[in-house]
């Protein structure tokens, strides 16, 4: 079954533990993104990648790093999480990139996150 | 630097009505759009995607129409029905730079039986 799938759904932790969410596509797609919701500002785009080693910053990038090492697997890592990173996580894939080629966005279930 | 915003925020129907959502952005500079529909602690699923040189893009009971000129696109709903409650939003692409997508806040559908 073609999906972008994210670990763990939940994960509660402390300020300052180093943190990894994953996020894989099987569907070979070129693009990966991530992204917080939080409630009163929507959808916000953390990190993005076009391809293999080539990642770019979104709109809220801070306190925030990414790798793209292979093509299905695009981590997210908070190296030293903060009560203001509490947010549900998304990952999303597709084929092309937006803005470059016509194909829709594949989402995650997402990732809860909780810093205390 | 692109805004989009969504009217109604929550939108409250009876069984059968036809209804029109409403999304509109700052920069016009666009690639393509899409509308989305994100069920309570789900994901979002894309549900139609409409390229700047299009008007209009159609799947099932579902019309999205897009005026790039303005800044404008809507998602028309017919027959609406309870299984369609979600939430609704919009993300216009950049095709100035290619990569960064900016949602709208949404408009939160509820249909009643």
């Known amino acids: 079954e073609a999906q972008v799938t994210q670990n763990p759904r939940y994960l509660i932790t402390v300020t300052g533990k180093k943190l990894t969410v994953t996020c894989s596509q099987n569907?070979?797609?070129?693009?990966m993104s991530w992204y917080r919701q939080d409630p009163g500002l929507g959808l916000r785009q953390i990190y993005y990648?076009?391809?293999?080693?080539?990642?770019d910053k979104g709109d809220v990038p801070e306190g925030y790093k990414v790798s793209r090492k292979e093509k299905r697997n695009f981590p997210l890592i908070l190296e030293s999480p903060s009560p203001n990173q509490t947010s549900l996580y998304f990952c999303?894939?597709?084929?092309?990139?937006?803005?470059?080629?016509?194909?829709?966005?594949?989402f995650g279930n997402g990732t809860r996150l909780t810093v205390t | 630097k692109q805004e989009v915003t969504q009217i109604p925020a929550a939108l409250s129907v009876p069984e059968g009505e036809n209804l029109v959502l409403n999304c509109s952005f700052t920069?016009?500079?666009?690639?393509?759009l899409q509308w989305f529909r994100q069920d309570p602690g789900k994901g979002l699923t894309s549900l139609l995607l409409?390229?700047?040189?299009?008007r209009e893009q159609t799947s099932g009971r579902l019309n999205a129409s897009l005026d790039k000129s303005s800044g404008r696109s809507t998602l028309y709903i017919a027959a609406s029905q309870p299984g369609d409650s979600a939430t609704y939003l919009c993300?216009?692409?950049?095709?100035?730079?290619?990569?960064?997508?900016?949602f709208g806040d949404g408009t939160t559908l509820t249909v009643k039986p």
């Open positions: 999303a894939s597709s084929f092309k990139v937006p803005g470059q080629g016509v194909s829709p966005l594949h």
């Open positions: 569907m070979n797609h070129e693009y």
């Open positions: 990648s076009m391809n293999v080693e080539v990642t």
């Open positions: 920069d016009s500079a666009i690639y393509n």
């Open positions: 409409i390229q700047s040189s299009q």
């Open positions: 993300a216009p692409s950049s095709n100035t730079n290619a990569g960064k997508s900016t």
